[in-house]
């Protein structure tokens, strides 16, 4: 997985949270990380709390689950990295005092719990992106939803303008909006620039 996580890296080339190019890493997408995929992978080998499986076919059924990756792979700079891992997931169970005692008094983690909606551009630098969205003015929204589903929307940008800022236009769309996307069950957006439409 690290040969094709390094590519994806690579491709997308910038801060799925941020926009930043420096010091990216991969993180796994909360419920999609490498012992939640093991789990699942195992429950259909698993019999009276025994798992029997042939490992190369665990092997190959462990990088499918990773596929596409953006569905569980995300491209963050360190100190993003370090506040994702700290955040808690929607749908997390644990106990709110374990919350705290991780992660610090409950507003930090009420806070920490609606800044994280990954978007990336493509191209993924952000000022050449919006140099050709100011040119074509159409753009593609792809966004992904836990249970696997892609939906694909246009973004008509003809009221952007120079000074606009992409990620704070996108932010602002109700769906994508701190507490809607989590309740829609939005894992992360994908956005590119429609050329020849």
């Known amino acids: 997985m690290q040969q094709f996580t390094k590519s994806h890296k690579a491709e997308v080339s910038a801060c799925e949270h941020c926009g930043s190019k420096e010091n990216l890493e991969s993180a796994h997408v909360h419920g999609r990380d ?19 499986v ?12 990773h596929f596409p990756l953006e ?29 705290q005692e991780i992660t610090g008094p409950l507003s930090e983690v009420i806070r920490s719990r609606t800044d994280y909606l990954p978007i990336t551009l493509e191209p993924g630098d952000p000022e050449l992106f919006k140099q050709e969205l100011l040119v074509t003015k159409l753009a593609e929204i792809e966004t992904t939803y836990k249970d696997g589903r892609i939906e694909t929307k246009k973004w008509n940008a003809a009221n952007l303008g120079i000074s606009s800022n992409v990620f704070g236009n996108l932010r602002s769309r109700f769906e994508f909006r701190a507490g809607n996307w989590q309740d829609k069950d939005i894992v992360k957006v994908h956005v590119r620039i429609k050329r020849n439409a």
């Open 54 to 65: 042939d490992i190369e076919k665990f092997e190959e059924r462990f990088k499918d689950e």
């Open 34 to 52: 490498r012992n939640e995929i093991i789990d699942l992978i195992l429950k259909d080998y698993t019999y009276n709390g025994i798992a029997t």
């Open 71 to 99: 569905r569980s792979i995300l491209i963050l700079c360190q100190p993003c990295h370090k506040n994702y891992d700290h955040s808690i997931p929607v749908n997390d169970k644990a106990d709110i005092s374990d919350w």
